[in-house]
């Protein structure tokens, strides 16, 4: 598989409170994996409700993302982090 080449290192998602995601949260999840790896040939993405996630590869291999690793969850009165979030 490619997964050596996956780059996981794209921004977290913010999610208000310990809801499930909503389908824009999770899209959101998408693009930022997209995003970080435009060419390595990822066929679906699927985000659950608790934001783990299952990439896959045109190859037939999956990755699995647990939800720390696609959304960064924070209660309301913490300090804002503002990634892009001023829009």
Same mark, same amino acid.
């Given at each position: 598989g490619k997964d050596k080449n996956f780059d996981g290192n794209f921004d977290k998602?913010?999610?208000?409170g310990d809801g499930d995601l909503t389908d824009e949260q999770k899209q959101a999840v +998408?693009? =930022?994996i997209t +995003?970080? =790896?435009?060419d390595k040939g990822i066929t679906n993405?699927?985000?659950k409700g608790d934001g783990s996630t299952t990439v896959t590869f045109e190859d037939g291999t999956t990755k699995d993302l647990t939800p720390d690793q696609t959304i960064k969850r924070y209660e309301l009165g913490d300090p804002l982090f503002n990634e892009g979030e001023d829009k």
């Open positions: 998602v913010p999610v208000k +998408k693009e =930022n +995003k970080s =790896n435009p993405i699927e985000v």
